[in-house]
């Protein structure tokens, strides 16, 4: 079994409920806590969300709640499934932004959200 290490960067902000759920994360990425990432439709796993990809992941769905090393192959781990997030703390595929993060998250119903903090 794997072993993971929490290191607090203050991602998490406001009074949100924190809610985590098990997920699979595709082999050949190795991602840290905060990233964002959506579903392959076909095979139920979970990527780093980016606009150009055309395969269901396109679309924000969790944030990842530890470091995943997933290079050697498929790892379960934890992603938010609500939380509200720092959005300089965020790690965001290309063509995303915080905005269109957060847009996504609202159009899904999600308990998730983004904040801009000052």
């Given amino acids: 079994m794997a072993e993971a290490t929490f290191s607090?960067?203050?991602?998490?902000?406001?009074?949100?409920?924190?809610?985590?759920?098990?997920?699979?994360?595709?082999s050949g990425q190795n991602l840290k806590r905060g990233a964002v990432i959506g579903n392959i439709t076909a095979s139920d796993k979970y990527t780093l969300s980016a606009t150009a990809s055309a395969d269901g992941s396109q679309t924000p769905d969790l944030v990842l709640a530890i470091d995943c090393d997933a290079s050697a192959g498929d790892v379960v781990t934890a992603a938010y499934a609500s939380g509200a997030f720092d959005s300089t703390k965020l790690i965001i595929g290309a063509?995303?932004?915080?905005?269109?993060v957060e847009a996504a998250f609202r159009k899904k119903?999600?308990?998730?959200?983004?904040?801009?903090?000052k």
């Fill in 95 to 100: 063509g995303h932004t915080p905005a269109t």
């Fill in 109 to 117: 119903s999600a308990p998730l959200y983004v904040r801009v903090l």
């Fill in 8 to 26: 607090p960067n203050d991602l998490l902000v406001s009074d949100v409920p924190v809610i985590t759920r098990n997920i699979t994360l595709i």
